[in-house]
């Protein structure tokens, strides 16, 4: 066999899982609607009355874009660049203070599915579209420092979600030879095209949090489960299905 053959062949040889890029808020903790509380409160304090058209059309974008860098939503709903570093501001403070009662939980079966995934030899990242003060009080609640390989924020990449720039800075961080050895799992159209984007070979949806199973699909989940608890089964019988 050449040596453009085996080349030919290699690439046709489905990649084993090295790495799960995995998103934090409706995938593997929930706060119990505390982001939208957060952001009517930094809405609220920027002049837009709420229960106005005007508010429940910006809530309604916010909404619709969960997972998005949270910089990037206020960045899109207010045209003044200070105004929208102000509603940031204020948003991941409003955000600390509500976490601080308890409220964020570990989604059931999260914490066990992160370290299946870790000791059968996978790497995990726990991605965000908070800022990195923010992602890090929420890791501190639940006693998650450490938990996984690596934790990235839009800043710690460039630009957060829908754009792929997370993902590709987990594989370069993390010493992948190859985006399709990477799993991406979210709740959230954006986290599916961000995988899309990046070229990794699983994209996983859940149903824990923002968005259904047809949103999910149509931004390019490759399968949907009812929670993270189930990805353990789902990459045992992928690897499986390579051996």
Same mark, same amino acid.
């Given at each position: 066999m050449t040596g453009d053959a085996l080349t #030919?062949? *290699? &690439?046709l040889t489905p990649n @084993? !899982? #090295? !790495?799960? $890029? $995995?998103d934090m808020v409706g995938t593997t903790i929930t706060d119990d609607g505390r982001t939208e509380r957060a952001m009517? @409160? *930094?809405l609220a304090e920027h002049g837009v009355e709420p229960g106005s058209t005007r508010f429940e059309s910006m809530l309604g974008y916010a909404r619709?874009?969960?997972g998005f860098s949270k910089m990037t939503v206020? &960045?899109?709903l207010f045209e003044d660049a200070a105004v929208a570093g102000s509603a940031n501001k204020v948003f991941e403070k409003a955000y600390d203070e509500l976490i601080d009662d308890g409220g964020v939980r570990a989604i059931p079966g999260a914490e066990d599915a992160i370290l299946w995934m870790r000791d059968s030899g996978m790497q995990v990242c726990l991605a965000t579209g908070f800022g990195r003060h923010t992602q890090n009080m929420v890791l501190e609640s639940l006693g998650w420092m450490g938990l996984a390989d690596l934790s990235l924020c839009p800043a710690d990449a460039g630009r957060g979600r829908p754009y792929p720039d997370m993902i590709l800075t987990a594989v370069l961080a993390l010493d992948l030879d190859d985006v399709r050895e990477v799993a991406v799992v979210g709740d959230t159209s954006s986290d599916m095209l961000s995988g899309v984007r990046s070229g990794a070979s699983l994209i996983a949806g859940v149903l824990t949090g923002s968005h259904s199973e047809a949103t999910l699909r149509a931004a390019g989940a490759s399968v949907v489960v009812d929670s993270i608890k189930q990805l353990p089964l789902l990459v045992e019988k992928r690897e499986a299905r390579h051996l």
């Amino acid at each position: 066999m050449t040596g453009d053959a085996l080349t #030919r062949d *290699a &690439s046709l040889t489905p990649n @084993r !899982l #090295r !790495l799960a $890029v $995995v998103d934090m808020v409706g995938t593997t903790i929930t706060d119990d609607g505390r982001t939208e509380r957060a952001m009517c @409160r *930094a809405l609220a304090e920027h002049g837009v009355e709420p229960g106005s058209t005007r508010f429940e059309s910006m809530l309604g974008y916010a909404r619709d874009t969960m997972g998005f860098s949270k910089m990037t939503v206020f &960045s899109h709903l207010f045209e003044d660049a200070a105004v929208a570093g102000s509603a940031n501001k204020v948003f991941e403070k409003a955000y600390d203070e509500l976490i601080d009662d308890g409220g964020v939980r570990a989604i059931p079966g999260a914490e066990d599915a992160i370290l299946w995934m870790r000791d059968s030899g996978m790497q995990v990242c726990l991605a965000t579209g908070f800022g990195r003060h923010t992602q890090n009080m929420v890791l501190e609640s639940l006693g998650w420092m450490g938990l996984a390989d690596l934790s990235l924020c839009p800043a710690d990449a460039g630009r957060g979600r829908p754009y792929p720039d997370m993902i590709l800075t987990a594989v370069l961080a993390l010493d992948l030879d190859d985006v399709r050895e990477v799993a991406v799992v979210g709740d959230t159209s954006s986290d599916m095209l961000s995988g899309v984007r990046s070229g990794a070979s699983l994209i996983a949806g859940v149903l824990t949090g923002s968005h259904s199973e047809a949103t999910l699909r149509a931004a390019g989940a490759s399968v949907v489960v009812d929670s993270i608890k189930q990805l353990p089964l789902l990459v045992e019988k992928r690897e499986a299905r390579h051996l």
